[in-house]
């Protein structure tokens, strides 16, 4: 990012923007006074609109982008556009990624390369396209992807996302040793348990392992994120965040506050992790 007096308005991308971390860090981002594109599959298509509506809303450009981030083609594809509807791309949050649950003795391997390909292909893949355009534009910029406390260390039954995640983390650095001379900072957010449809999504793959929802069935009064406390051995006390909580954090990794951090996962947790 430049630091130079700034003439334009500074684009960003959120992928997985139709709803949860996406979605709260897409209106953020667009409240700091950013123009957004948001990303996510095609067949979330109403609920993307609907978001970059609220982005319209609150005074800024937004564009609606269908894109499977598992695959290249998509993503070029994302990122020619942003360029073209918006005039440039200063900001990629690769933030769509997927919950799989099951042990490693049951280790379902479609399964577990899904998840890769979302989450380790799919972070690459903007990571990649993103710094490329950055790094034609001259002006720095700022590449953000999503691991999770998950990549941390490993917990039991949830081994493929933990695995994911610790990629993510990996790839981050490596990625911000490259792009330290063009001026792009690149880092991670690692949340905690944070109340959204993916928490519902990974405590309903870890049943068949644990069948600990079967004792403990989901319902309104606990939420997602209590299940998922109870799976992972969260230690009692810690809480459940909110979107706006990771937005938060992404919001000061987008500012020029941040240009002295790279390389670096953030865990927004409430403490469960100390780096
Ligand atoms: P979410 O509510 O499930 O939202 C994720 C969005 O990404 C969904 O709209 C989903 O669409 C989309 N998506 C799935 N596969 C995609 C693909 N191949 N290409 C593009 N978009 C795709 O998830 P979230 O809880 O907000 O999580 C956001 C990120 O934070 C994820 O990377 C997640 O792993 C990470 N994280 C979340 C938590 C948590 O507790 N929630 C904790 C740690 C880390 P569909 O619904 O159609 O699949």
Avoid at 167 to 183: D, G, I, K, M, P
Wanted: hydrophobic residues 40%.
């Amino acid at each position: 990012m430049s630091t130079a007096t700034q003439e334009y308005t500074r684009v960003a991308v959120v992928t997985g923007a139709s709803r949860g971390i996406g979605k709260g860090i897409a209106l953020r981002l667009a409240a700091d006074g950013l123009d957004v594109v948001v990303a996510d599959l095609a067949d979330q298509k109403d609920s993307l609109s609907a978001v970059a509506e609220e982005i319209r809303g609150l005074g800024r450009k937004a564009l609606t982008v269908s894109c499977d981030v598992s695959k290249e083609d998509e993503v070029q594809a994302m990122v020619d556009a942003t360029v073209s509807e918006l005039g440039r791309l200063d900001v990629m949050v690769a933030n769509a990624g997927i919950g799989v649950g099951g042990s490693v003795m049951d280790a379902d391997i479609e399964a577990w390369e899904k998840c890769w390909a979302v989450n380790i292909k799919g972070v690459l893949f903007c990571y990649k396209h993103a710094a490329r355009q950055m790094v034609k534009q001259g002006d720095g910029g700022r590449i953000i992807g999503a691991s999770s406390i998950c990549g941390q260390k490993g917990y039991a039954g949830i081994g493929a996302y933990c695995i994911s995640k610790a990629a993510v983390r990996s790839l981050t650095q490596t990625t911000a040793l490259e792009l330290r001379e063009h001026n792009i900072t690149v880092n991670a957010y690692a949340p905690g348990v944070i109340d959204t449809a993916i928490s519902a999504s990974t405590v309903s793959g870890l049943t068949s392992f644990y069948k600990f929802l079967v004792a403990n069935p989901l319902d309104e009064e606990h939420g997602a994120g209590y299940h998922i406390k109870q799976l992972l051995k969260i230690p009692e006390g810690v809480r459940t965040g909110q979107p706006s909580d990771v937005a938060n954090v992404v919001s000061f990794l987008v500012s020029s506050k941040s240009h002295f951090v790279t390389g670096q996962t953030l865990c927004v947790d409430d403490g469960v992790h100390f780096t």
